[in-house]
């Protein structure tokens, strides 16, 4: 079997165009601090990282991560692609705990397991690739005959934006749409009002059949959490995703026990244990670990198996081609998150401009290819002139 031969990574820089956001367009959580300069710089990223893993025959898997990129390619040229080459792609699990036990007292969280995650997913792209197989097949198969997805868009902003833009998704029939909330706690009671007319406003126009979700991006904390969502729940959200910072574990299981309304999150955990621990201590109704920081497949697919076990369902983070090959073959992932093409905004349309062949949704439901072997994805050289490149 071929071994690989060779791992390179670089960092997109996005030079093109971009829609600047408007003020309180989500909460984050920088949001506590006394605003300096841009209050919502945490919430854009405008660098990607691509990561290639090329095995001996010429075969090259695709792996790739969307946070702190300079930094994660760094680790990744530095410490992991040594411990990868020369491997047996196929070994990808020896492989994982190569990469995770070898650099654990550094790396277990954050830019360690990002960069795992990244070269990760490129192995199992080669995988795909070197058996002609799409990686779904490769973890167990199809278990839909297609993916529901929602829109996930909907940012904080003029109520009359907001509906003309639930107006316009909704010809597209997605049954799912993720708003989010552009007032926390610095805000005060008007703060909470103007949040509920917008919760409001977008509900009169997609009704009560079809889910709204609703994100705080940790924009606010346990006291005004506990405020709010009984506030909200009689516009029936779906889940109330990130309320508190990533690490208030106790936060996060107090407002889920409450039972008003389902509380999401995990999108900035990282690791199977810390997922893990997300579910044994019931803080989320709803899991949303993001796979390209979470530690990659072979991480998800553990992550996976312990939520099914306690019948909590799993929504990656973000779309993305690495989630939906999760999402197809995990029958406890009922629906996936689907950011629609952009301009370039807040970052995560990025992908869209560096990679060709993600699946685009048609009537709220997008489709996996049976014959497209590994992620089906390719990196394009459509928008180059829009991107500085790091090597």
Known sequence: MTKIK????RVWTWKGPTVPPTGNFCTNASDA?????????????????TCEVEAEDGTI????????????KQAIDEWYAPLVIGEDPFDYAYIWEKMYRRSHAWGRKGIGMTAISAVDIAIWDLMGKLVGKPVFKLLGGRTKDKIPVYYSKLYAGPIESMQREAEEAMKNGYKGYKS??????????????????RVEAVREVIGY???????????????????????????EPRWVEEPVIADDVEG???LNAMGSVPISGGEHEFS????AELIRRKAVSVLQYDTNRVGGITAAQKINAIAEAAQIPVIPHAGQAHNYHLTMSNVNCPIAEYFPVHDVEVGNELFYYIFEGDPEAVDGFLQLDDDKPGLGITITDKHLSNFEITE
């Not at 841009?38 to 990607?48: E, G, L, T, V, Y």
């Not at 706690?185 to 949040?195: A, F, I, S, T, V």
């Not at 991006?217 to 709010?228: E, I, S």
């Not at 199977?272 to 997922?275: E, P």
């Open 61 to 72: 898997g695709i792996g790739n991560a969307a946070l702190a990129p300079t930094v994660v």
């Open 6 to 9: 060779s791992v390179r990574t």
């Open 252 to 254: 996060y299981a107090e």
């Open 209 to 235: 059949d079809n889910d709204l979700m609703l994100e705080c991006y940790m924009g606010w904390n346990l006291d005004y959490a506990k405020r709010m969502l009984p506030k909200l729940e009689k516009y």
């Open 272 to 275: 199977v244990i810390g997922c």
């Open 180 to 197: 989010r909330f552009g007032f926390g706690p610095k805000d005060g009671m008007p703060g909470m009002r103007e949040n509920l007319k």
């Open 33 to 49: 601090l006394r605003i300096e300069g841009d209050a919502m710089a945490s919430f854009r990223f405008h660098q990607w990282l």
